[in-house]
């Protein structure tokens, strides 16, 4: 298997811009995690789904970031608008289960300026 | 509110000099402690699950041991190469991981 996939690898835009972010899980895992890392904060959780439905959103710091999982093999995290603080690195994860390992993928580093 | 702290925050060793890292939590049920390593520009890597107390589990220069309110990483004769961020995550109440903020770990040759 190839991983967990995650597009694209770096994103640079302005404030107020949309972004989005994509992950491809690792074939036949039924949990998905959007996770953020920064220095100041390490690596926090942002939402996480179970057979393609949002589980647990209650780390998504605004609306203004939104996630969806149209299907098992596709995620997306959108953030509309952008925000310099929103600078981070931004990783998607898969696991088979609750209470299992989870498989990170490269990350996608955003900066907003 | 559960909690998962680690210590040292920076660790810089010489080759060959064996020491521990520590990962302490506070969330009562353990359903897991999970140890990772990330090195600069890449996503964490998965190295074990522990989940009860006594439990050892080793790869290679390290061993991961469990305790009911700490797990450490043991890192015997380390190399440059194990340079890297050790990360210690622990199963929240919602089953998700909860990260610690991980140990620097610099091994000099």
């Not at chain 1, 942002?46 to 299907?71: C, T």
């Not at chain 2, 600069?40 to 061993?63: D, H, I, N, Q």
């Not at chain 2, 305790?67 to 194990?82: V, Y």
């Amino acid at each position: 298997d190839a991983g967990v996939i995650q597009s694209p690898r770096h994103e640079v835009t302005e404030m107020g811009q949309e972004v989005t972010l994509r992950c491809k899980p690792i074939s036949g895992h039924d949990y998905l995690f959007w996770y953020r890392q920064t220095m100041m904060r390490g690596l926090e959780l942002l939402i996480y789904f179970n057979n393609n439905v949002p589980i647990d959103d209650s780390g998504m710091p605004e609306d203004r970031f939104s996630a969806k999982m149209p299907n098992a093999s596709f995620s997306t995290l959108k953030i509309q608008p952008s925000e310099p603080r929103d600078s981070a690195v931004y990783f998607c994860a898969s696991s088979f289960g609750v209470g299992y390992e989870q498989y990170f993928g490269p990350g996608t580093r955003l900066t907003v300026t | 509110e559960d909690q998962v702290t680690q210590s040292p925050e920076a660790l810089r060793l010489q080759e060959g000099e064996s020491s521990s890292l520590n990962c302490s939590y506070t969330v009562s049920g353990l359903r897991g402690l999970f140890w990772y390593r990330q090195d600069p520009g890449k996503g964490p890597e998965f190295l074990f699950t522990l989940y009860s107390a006594g439990e050892e589990k080793e790869k290679e220069r390290l061993k991961a041991t469990l305790t009911k309110k700490e797990s450490f990483l043991h890192i015997t004769a380390p190399k440059p190469e194990d340079s890297a961020t050790y990360l210690c995550a622990e199963t929240g109440s919602q089953g998700n991981l909860i990260f610690g903020k991980g140990t620097k770990l610099s091994v000099k040759p």
